[in-house]
Structures are given as C-alpha cells and as structure tokens.
C-alpha cells in the first residue's frame, strides 16, 4: 500500500505517518508493506494518482478537494487530526499592537504554518481576501510590503509562528485553534 501526502518537509511526514503505517501494516489482512511518498505540490501527487502511483492520500479538506477534481480519487472517510472531529483557525496578535482588525495588518506580515494547511493558512487567506485584502507572499522578514498588501511568510512549523507573533517579528499568525492553545500556554492571555 503506498500511502502519498504533500508536505515541504518529508522527514516531518515520515515522522507523522509512521505510527499509522506501522497499524495498517499489522492489522490489514493481505498488506506486508506500507510505504509513504511526499509530494511537493497537489499537482505532483493528482499526477501519482492518476498514473496509480498512490492508493491513499490522507490530507485537509482543501487539498483532499483540488486532488478529487485533478484525479478520478473519491472522499472516503473523514480523518480525526490529531484526536480532534474538528477544529477552526485562529489569526492572532499580541495584544499591546496597534493592529487590531484585519485591515490593520496592511503593510504588515501574518505568518502561517505552510502552504497546505487548511487552518494554517488556507481559511485564514480566504478570509482576508473574502474581506478584500490583497496578500502577498514574501521569502524575507526584510523584505518591505507595500501599504495596501497584507505580506504573508510560511514558518513551516506552528510553534515558529507563536513565537514570532510573540517576539514581534511579525505582527500577526494563524493556526488551528487548537495549536493555538498548545503553544501559546501560559501566554495567551498576553494575545488576542
């Protein structure tokens, strides 16, 4: 069973799919080997598929929606991440900044998880463009961002991303809520 995924960092993906081989491995009549490919992007992996390449591909509701429209591949269960049946995204700042609602942010940087996260990025950018904002990725907390963009930088880890709404380097972030809670600890009364 070849099991694919898309991720920007394969080690982190080894690392989570790994418990889940191991029980589909051991409890599967008929399956002795489970491997997991990574793929960088939704095209990559929809490509996989259609050329049979993958026979799972267990990801966010977003990303899980662009492959079935790129592939023949069809939903079939729903996956509990991380124990959880659901969850929401959180944009958050420290709350001594004086960017207080969305449109605040313009000139500014948000940072999010990665570029496949539903509550690490994808919802939170839909929503600020469903508002009307213009995002604009950058590679660099140098760089400058123009005062009618939002500029946005993926951290690849939601524990970066608490850590730098908290030191200010960058004025706001987003992740699930429950990540939220989780990394920010004893300092969430410190954010909004």
């Known amino acids: 069973?070849?099991?694919?995924?898309v991720a920007d960092d394969p080690n982190k993906e080894f690392k989570e799919f790994t418990p889940f081989m191991e029980y589909i491995k051991e409890?599967?009549?008929?399956?002795?080997?489970?491997?997991?490919?990574v793929f960088q992007s939704i095209p990559a992996i929809?490509?996989?598929i259609n050329n049979k390449e993958v026979d799972l591909y267990i990801d966010s509701p977003f990303s899980v929606e662009a492959v079935c429209l790129a592939t023949q591949?069809?939903?079939?269960?729903?996956?509990w991440k991380k124990g959880a049946k659901e969850y929401t995204s959180v944009i958050f700042n420290i709350k001594?900044?004086?960017?207080?609602?969305?449109?605040?942010?313009?000139?500014?940087?948000?940072?999010?998880e990665e570029r496949y996260s539903s509550s690490s990025y994808l919802l939170p950018k839909f929503l600020m463009e469903k508002e009307g904002l213009k995002?604009?990725?950058?590679?660099?907390?140098?760089?400058?961002v123009p005062a009618d963009s939002i500029g946005y930088i993926f951290t690849q880890d939601d524990a970066t991303t608490m850590f730098w709404v908290?030191?200010?380097?960058?004025?706001?972030?987003?992740?699930?809520?429950?990540n939220y809670v989780k990394k920010a600890k004893k300092r969430i009364s410190k954010l909004n």
Do not use: C, H, Y
């Not at 591949?73 to 996956?79: E, G, K, Q």
């Open 73 to 79: 591949a069809i939903p079939l269960w729903r996956r």
């Open 46 to 48: 929809s490509a996989a």
């Open 1 to 5: 069973l070849t099991i694919g995924s």
């Open 96 to 112: 001594t900044t004086p960017a207080q609602t969305l449109a605040d942010l313009k000139g500014k940087v948000i940072a999010f």
């Open 27 to 37: 409890n599967t009549p008929g399956i002795d080997a489970v491997k997991l490919k």
């Open 166 to 178: 908290l030191r200010n380097k960058v004025a706001a972030g987003a992740m699930s809520n429950k």
């Open 135 to 144: 995002l604009l990725q950058i590679n660099s907390l140098a760089e400058r």
